[in-house]
């Protein structure tokens, strides 16, 4: 498979690239298609050097059994998502078809957040970092924590497909660590400010209705 494969570090911009600096690691693997051209697969946002050579090794072990193309990651997230909505939208893809309210949701999330942020970056490329930096943006935007969690479920379920069709070698989504959502909080009144409450209530002409 592999003329060419190993695992480096990647470093980010402005990093002095020193030992243990605390960049990702990142895996390559070149390979020949079934038409004799030569092929790179890049994938990064490991957090440790183990981590990058277990990855490329389930990308070559998944290769050579065919349950891969790598192919099909050279298409760009923008091209892949179209495709992916389409064929969940579509009642003779032989999946389960979306309600015509999720497949509305899942389009605005492609159109106004994944699609811009994440369609230029090609399909094997994806990392964590290109989606925490849309959520880090989604942020700065003014977005709630409920929404970004919303985009994340979209993306999820498009990245799910991306796996098991054989777009993407595996999943980035788990290196992403989503915030907390803030929940609401009841604080009921105690009896003393209840009886305070009715104590000035009675005392209103509306009080008896």
């Not at 079934?34 to 946002?45: F, I, K, T, Y």
């Not at 999946?95 to 309210?101: P, Q």
């Not at 290196?175 to 009675?202: G, S």
Request: aromatic share 10%.
């Amino acid at each position: 498979m592999s003329r060419t494969s190993g695992v480096s570090r990647k470093h980010r911009k402005g990093c002095e690239r020193h030992t243990g600096c605390g960049c990702s690691w990142q895996y390559y693997v070149e390979f020949r298609t079934a038409e004799g051209v030569r092929r790179q697969v890049n994938r990064a946002g490991f957090p440790t050097r183990k981590a990058a050579v277990e990855a490329r090794e389930k990308f070559a072990a998944d290769w050579k059994a065919g349950r891969i193309d790598p192919g099909k990651g050279r298409m760009t997230m923008a091209e892949f998502l179209v495709t992916w909505l389409a064929d969940r939208a579509d009642p003779h893809s032989g999946g389960k078809t979306l309600r015509a309210s999720t497949a509305e949701g899942y389009e605005k999330h492609l159109r106004l957040y994944l699609v811009p942020r994440l369609g230029r970056v090609k399909v094997r490329d994806l990392t964590a970092e290109h989606v925490e930096d849309m959520y880090r943006w989604m942020r700065e935007q003014g977005k709630s924590e409920a929404l970004v969690r919303r985009v994340h479920a979209t993306l999820r379920s498009a990245v799910t497909y991306a796996v098991n069709k054989g777009y993407m070698p595996s999943d980035p989504l788990v290196r992403v660590e989503l915030r907390a959502v803030e929940q609401y909080r009841a604080n009921p009144w105690t009896p003393d400010e209840w009886a305070t409450f009715r104590q000035h209530a009675e005392q209103s002409r509306y009080w008896p209705l």
